[in-house]
């Protein structure tokens, strides 16, 4: 079964994402197991009280997914950084997991400083964040919601080359790290919470995209 790809600011890839085309035949105990979610979470909707709280981020979702971070002229899509806060954090940009995952995207420690260095070396100079902040990244810095959207826009943009837009392994590389090894074999990372992620977010990033919340 063909995977739908997710979609982006200027198609990075496909222009498909995941609806119903997963409410076909199962094919493996994994492809079933993501059904389920899928299915579970398919009529999730955001409320006005989350639009409201991703309101006040919007200038900084926009800003920071502006940026063609890996391949010229290609962004990543600003609804479906929407729809991932909401489903990591409810837009809560002091949120705090019990795996120590901080801030609106749930990013740790030590995956926000790496990123954030590499984003430092970088040629491009961000507003609302420093360079200096980026190679010195701490707790307390994932928080703050600038940071936070910078760095999951660029993370973002990074897994959704690297494994071609489907949305699937492009979340499964979010919650479970790229280097998971079902992601080297062209499936989704097999752990429940993953597959509950992917269904949660393709749900939000559906209803943003098909409502025109945040046109």
């Known amino acids: 079964m063909k995977i739908p790809s997710m979609l982006t600011c200027q198609s990075f890839f496909h222009i498909l994402v995941f609806s119903v085309l997963f409410f076909l035949s199962c094919t493996s105990a994994g492809w079933c197991s993501l059904n389920s979610s899928v299915h579970k979470f398919k009529d999730k909707t955001v409320s006005q009280d989350q639009i ?42 002091d949120a705090i997991s019990n795996m120590k995952a901080f801030g609106l995207g749930q990013i740790i420690l030590t995956t926000g400083q790496q990123a954030g260095k590499e984003l430092s070396r970088s040629n491009t100079h961000f507003r609302y964040v420093s360079k200096s902040q980026l190679s010195n990244l701490r707790r307390r810095d994932l928080l703050d919601p600038a940071v936070n959207i910078l760095i999951t826009c660029y993370l973002i943009a990074k897994y959704n080359y690297k494994f071609e837009g489907r949305l699937d392994l492009v979340v499964s590389a979010w919650n479970a790290g790229e280097y998971t090894k079902s992601l080297s074999q062209g499936k989704h990372a097999p752990y429940r919470e993953t597959e509950n992620l992917i269904g949660k977010i393709n749900a939000y990033y559906i209803y943003l995209l098909t409502n025109k919340i945040f046109p």
């Open 52 to 93: 409201q709280q991703l309101a006040r981020f919007d200038h900084l979702i926009r800003y920071f997914s502006s940026f063609s971070y890996f391949v010229p002229k290609h962004k990543v899509s600003p609804d479906f950084i929407r729809a991932l806060i909401l489903a990591e954090s409810g837009a809560n940009p």
